[in-house]
């Protein structure tokens, strides 16, 4: 039998389907970038911690300093450690 192959997605596309994922099952729709890294480790991620971090916090971050050549308007920083999907 072939063996299936796991089609690699971006670190953003892994971050917003579990951060999705996530506020979907709850009725407070925030979540910490701790709840992320814990949810995408078991779920058998490839990405490195400060890589997932850095997309939350800033890369991805509609209210972070603009410090990189592409930014995303996917999260919004709500509270110390604390962000909200705005999709």
Same mark, same amino acid.
Not at 28 to 48: A, C, N, Q, R, W
């Given at each position: 039998?072939?063996?299936?192959?796991?089609?690699r997605t971006t670190a953003r596309d892994? #971050?917003?389907?579990?951060?999705? =994922?996530?506020?979907?099952?709850?009725?407070?729709?925030? *979540?910490?970038?701790? %709840?992320?890294?814990?949810?995408?480790k078991e779920d058998g991620t490839s990405?490195?911690?400060?890589?997932?971090?850095?997309? #939350?916090?800033?890369?991805?971050? =509609?209210?972070?300093?603009?410090?990189?050549?592409?930014? *995303?308007?996917?999260? %919004?920083?709500?509270?110390?450690?604390?962000?909200?999907?705005?999709?």
């Amino acid at each position: 039998m072939a063996e299936l192959k796991k089609i690699r997605t971006t670190a953003r596309d892994e #971050i917003l389907a579990t951060a999705k =994922s996530m506020t979907k099952e709850r009725e407070v729709k925030h *979540f910490s970038v701790g %709840e992320i890294l814990k949810y995408m480790k078991e779920d058998g991620t490839s990405y490195k911690d400060s890589t997932i971090r850095t997309h #939350i916090t800033s890369k991805c971050c =509609s209210n972070a300093p603009n410090h990189h050549a592409t930014v *995303f308007n996917d999260y %919004e920083r709500i509270g110390k450690g604390m962000y909200r999907l705005i999709l």
